[in-house]
């Protein structure tokens, strides 16, 4: 079946500008992870979704990045006022549910370049 | 909090030799788990390999093994026979409840 999908594959924006990045999950999939990887770094926890359950928001860096994720599916993570250090690519993951038991599968990632 | 540590930035192997990768964490819990990702130019991370913290016997997956001591919380990736294929990124990663916690990543490269 179709795995974790991610857009765009990559976007350019200015300082000060908001983005949004866009991540469906494999279906049936409940629980659905963002996660930040910045330049010779290992990926950095963002935010968590859990079915209808508040989400963890406890690796967000900044008030200006928020997440929502609408019908238990499709995700979006929105950063406001980009900032150079916002640079990174942005990946999201799914699980079909929030044990550890159950793998994480990743998607392609969303590389975002802020000038 | 726990920590994960990859202590090798960058390492070489020659094809159809084996190369070891190493990884610490740091933790207070006894129940967890343990994961080697591997992450080509594409960006897409691959699981490995995974061992159960509760498990003594190393985990296996064809050509890749793990050595666990938990004591030493130590995670070691052996890749037996590599392949020029393998060249990639490693990450080793820590799990007990929802999210993964991942090291500095080790680059590997395989001369043919």
């Known amino acids: 079946g179709a795995g974790v999908s991610q857009s765009p594959s990559n976007k350019v924006t200015e300082k000060g500008k908001d983005v949004e990045l866009r991540c469906d999950p494999i279906s049936g999939h409940t629980a659905l992870y963002w996660y930040r990887q910045s330049l010779g770094q290992g990926l950095e926890f963002l935010i968590y979704?859990?079915?209808?359950?508040?989400?963890?928001k406890s690796g967000l860096p900044s008030d200006r990045f928020s997440a929502e994720r609408t019908g238990g599916s499709v995700s979006t993570l929105t950063i406001q006022r980009t900032q150079q250090e916002d640079s990174a690519v942005y990946l999201c993951?799914?699980?079909?549910?929030?044990?550890?038991?159950?793998?994480?599968?990743f998607g392609p990632g969303t590389r975002l370049t802020v000038t | 909090a726990q920590t994960v540590t990859q202590s090798q930035p960058e390492m070489s192997v020659q094809e159809a030799e084996t190369v070891t990768l190493s990884c610490t964490y740091d933790?207070?819990?006894?129940?967890?788990?343990l994961f080697w990702y591997k992450q080509p130019p594409s960006r897409q991370m691959i699981l490995v390999i995974r061992?159960?913290?509760?498990?003594?016997q190393n985990a296996t997956e064809n050509r890749f093994s793990v050595n666990f001591q938990k004591a030493a919380k130590s995670f070691s990736l052996k890749i037996s026979d590599s392949q020029l294929g393998d060249a990639a990124m490693y990450f080793c990663?820590?799990?007990?409840?929802?999210?993964?916690?991942f090291g500095t990543g080790t680059r590997l490269q395989v001369f043919p």
């Open positions: 933790t207070s819990e006894s129940d967890y788990y």
């Open positions: 990663a820590y799990r007990s409840a929802s999210k993964l916690i």
């Open positions: 979704f859990q079915g209808n359950s508040a989400p963890d």
């Open positions: 061992q159960e913290a509760y498990k003594q």
């Open positions: 993951a799914s699980s079909y549910t929030r044990l550890a038991s159950y793998e994480q599968y």
